[in-house]
């Protein structure tokens, strides 16, 4: 394997590390949030934290930005919906 494949690989999973703790942290504050739009506020920066990550992995590969991979970055902003507004 390439060591530049290898760098790719290490960059991507440390973006996603990184970016999907933020994110979901977001989503989690978002429960315990009091101020007036704080909890859809929120919400709507770990989905943008969340499709921020995807793109910059989708850049770091070098492949199309536009792919139905980048809903996953969604996933933390969804969850966080579903337990502070479905549930």
Same mark, same amino acid.
Request: no cysteine.
């Given at each position: 394997? +390439?060591?530049?494949?290898? +760098?790719?690989? #290490?960059?991507?999973?440390?973006?996603?590390? #990184?970016?999907?703790?933020? /994110?979901?942290?977001?989503?989690?504050?978002?429960?315990?949030?009091?101020? /007036?739009?704080?909890?859809?506020?929120?919400?709507?920066?770990?989905?943008? #934290?969340?499709?921020?990550?995807?793109?910059?992995?989708?850049?770091?590969?070098?492949?199309?930005?536009?792919?139905?991979?980048?809903?996953?970055?969604?996933?933390?902003?969804?969850?966080?919906?579903?337990?502070?507004?479905?549930?």
């Amino acid at each position: 394997m +390439q060591v530049e494949r290898v +760098q790719h690989w #290490v960059m991507s999973a440390l973006l996603l590390t #990184v970016a999907t703790i933020f /994110a979901g942290g977001m989503s989690i504050l978002a429960g315990v949030a009091d101020g /007036a739009g704080a909890k859809p506020g929120l919400l709507v920066i770990a989905a943008v #934290v969340g499709l921020a990550a995807l793109v910059g992995v989708r850049l770091i590969n070098g492949r199309t930005l536009v792919t139905p991979w980048l809903l996953l970055g969604l996933l933390p902003a969804a969850v966080g919906f579903w337990f502070h507004y479905v549930r």
